[in-house]
C-alpha cells in the first residue's frame, strides 16, 4: 500500500477551502479502482508494440482502419467496452462529484469513454475523446444509446441504411470535437483557481496544456498520479498515489476543516 504524504493533503485541502472554481482533468488511471486498466502503463490493456494481429493498437482504433477493415477494428473496441462492462463509479469519482455540489464552479474534463464521472452524479463534464456507450452511423443521422454490447453484431449495421455504425468516440486520425472544444477553451478563459491533473500521461497538449497554463498564471496546480508525467516536474504539488484514496483523503480534511 502507497503511503500518501498527510503533511501535502493538508496543504491541498488548506488550498481549496480558499477555492471558488476547479478543473479535474483526468485519464485511465482514475478509473483503475473501478477495476478498468489503463491502455497503457503498469497493468496496461496494450503495453506491446503490437496486438495479437500484429498491429499497433493506434493504426486498428483509426478512422483509417474502420473504414478498410471495420471488423477489426470493432474487435478491439469490442475488448475495450467489454472492460468497461458492468463497471462502477469509484470514491475518486463520487468526490469529484460531490465537489460540484460544494464549490461555485466545477469541471471535469477527461479522456476516458466510459461515462463514469457522469454515472457519479457529475454534470459539468468535457468527455473529450467521447463516450463508448454513444453510437451513430457511418453515414446518417442514426444515433442510439446502450448499455453494454451484449448481443451486438460485429461489426454493427445501421438498421436504417446499412452503413457500419460506431461508437461516438475520436479514432486516430480525427479531430476532437469542435463544440467540446469551444466549450473548454471558454471555460478556460474564464480561468479556475485550482487544476487537478489525476491518471493521465499528459501526453496530449490539450491535457498538460491547461496544467502548465494553469501555474503560469498563479493557480495552484495538483497531480494525483503513481507515475512521472509530462507535467510531473511543474505542478506545486505531486502526489504519488491511487486516484480514489488520495481525492477521499483531500476531501475528508476539506469537510473537516469545515
Request: glycine share 8%; aromatic share 8%.
Amino acid at each position: 500500500m502507497v503511503m500518501i504524504d498527510s503533511e501535502m493533503i493538508q496543504k491541498i485541502a488548506h488550498e481549496l477551502t480558499n477555492a471558488r472554481s476547479i478543473l479535474f482533468i483526468t485519464g485511465a488511471g482514475i478509473s483503475a479502482d473501478s477495476g478498468l486498466p489503463t491502455y497503457r502503463g503498469f497493468g496496461g490493456l496494450y503495453n506491446g508494440n503490437s496486438t495479437e494481429d500484429g498491429i499497433s493498437i493506434e493504426a486498428i482504433l483509426s478512422v483509417k482502419m474502420l473504414a478498410q477493415r471495420p471488423e477489426l477494428t470493432w474487435k478491439y473496441i469490442y475488448q475495450i467496452e467489454s472492460c468497461c462492462r458492468g463497471a462502477k463509479y469509484n470514491r475518486a469519482h463520487e468526490v469529484i462529484a460531490q465537489m460540484e455540489e460544494h464549490f461555485e464552479r466545477v469541471w471535469v474534463l477527461t479522456q476516458n469513454i466510459d461515462g463514469l464521472h457522469r454515472d457519479a452524479g457529475s454534470r459539468n463534464v468535457i468527455e473529450i475523446h467521447g463516450d463508448v456507450r454513444s453510437l451513430i452511423c457511418t453515414r446518417c443521422n442514426y444515433r442510439k444509446r446502450v448499455e453494454n454490447y451484449n448481443g451486438l453484431k460485429i461489426p454493427p449495421q445501421c438498421p436504417r441504411c446499412d452503413a457500419i455504425i460506431r461508437p461516438d468516440v475520436v479514432l486516430f486520425g480525427e479531430m476532437l470535437d469542435e463544440p467540446k472544444c469551444t466549450l473548454l477553451n471558454h471555460q478556460l478563459e474564464i480561468g479556475f483557481d485550482m487544476v487537478f491533473s489525476i491518471g493521465t500521461t499528459s501526453i496530449f497538449p490539450y491535457i498538460a496544456g491547461p496544467v502548465l497554463n494553469a501555474k503560469k498564471n498563479g493557480a495552484r496546480t495538483i497531480e494525483i498520479n503513481p507515475d512521472t508525467t509530462e507535467v510531473s516536474q511543474f505542478v506545486d504539488y505531486k502526489i504519488s498515489a491511487g486516484a480514489a484514496a488520495a481525492l477521499n483523503d483531500i476531501w475528508q480534511q476539506v469537510i473537516d476543516k469545515g
